[in-house]
């Protein structure tokens, strides 16, 4: 599974958008991107995933490069309850597990 | 609409004794996994299973034992629980591999 980088923290205000970027220079061409988010101490929740194109859902948009190295995940509207650690993943079609980074922690503040 | 069900959420005990974390999920789904998270860490894997009766060793499987006897439960044995097994416990279950995962609140578990 390709490795990712991503900021260890970030701060966003209540109703903003916020960016969070991923970067993922050794992906291959099978690869998925996937985002998840641990809110406290709960279990991690799926937000999106993505090959090649951008996507989107009703929690999130996912921002993809062409040369597929890096991505965005923005939260169109940011809320308090947004405060959580983002995960960003790249696992290969068919694997059975998820390699969990560090993450980003964003804090959306009032 | 359970989704997946840990039990215990809580547990403490002592060097030596032994246990079993329970993980079911009501969404039929063939793929299950136990993770464990450290204080400022990342989920690492324990053991998984791609369907009923089937197991395989994740990342850090030593310690640990599990089973997958009903599809909808997944069982993870500590025969023998050491201070380092002190983490927080999570178990995921998805319909097939790289479908997204869900995942259960977590037992937390102390190991004094």
């Known amino acids: 599974d390709a490795k990712t980088t991503q900021p260890p923290s970030m701060d966003c205000a209540e109703g903003r958008a916020a960016n969070l970027p991923c970067n993922h220079s050794t992906i291959s061409g099978n690869e998925y991107v996937y985002w998840y988010r641990q809110i406290h101490s709960q279990g991690p929740q799926y937000i999106i995933h993505?090959?090649?194109n951008n996507e989107t859902n009703e929690m999130a948009s996912l921002i993809i490069t062409e040369d597929r190295k890096s991505s965005t995940l923005i939260l169109p509207h940011a809320t308090l309850r947004d405060t959580a650690v983002y995960y960003c993943i790249v696992s290969i079609q068919g694997a059975q597990k998820l390699v969990f980074g560090q993450g980003t922690r964003l804090t959306i503040n009032p | 609409n359970a989704g997946v069900t840990q039990t215990p959420k809580f547990r403490v005990l002592k060097t030596g004794q032994s246990m079993t974390l329970l993980c079911a999920q009501d969404m039929n789904h063939e793929y299950m996994y136990w993770y464990r998270q450290d204080p400022g860490m990342g989920l690492r894997l324990i053991h998984y299973s791609v369907g009923e009766g089937t197991t395989a060793k994740g990342e850090v499987p030593d310690g640990y034992n599990v089973s997958r006897l009903k599809k909808q439960n997944f069982l993870l044995g500590l025969e023998s629980a050491a201070p380092s097994q002190t983490s927080v416990y999570f178990c995921?279950?998805?319909?097939?591999?790289?479908?997204?995962?869900?995942f259960g609140d977590g037992t937390r578990l102390s190991i004094l």
């Open positions: 995921a279950s998805s319909f097939l591999p790289n479908q997204p995962q869900h």
């Open positions: 993505g090959l090649k």
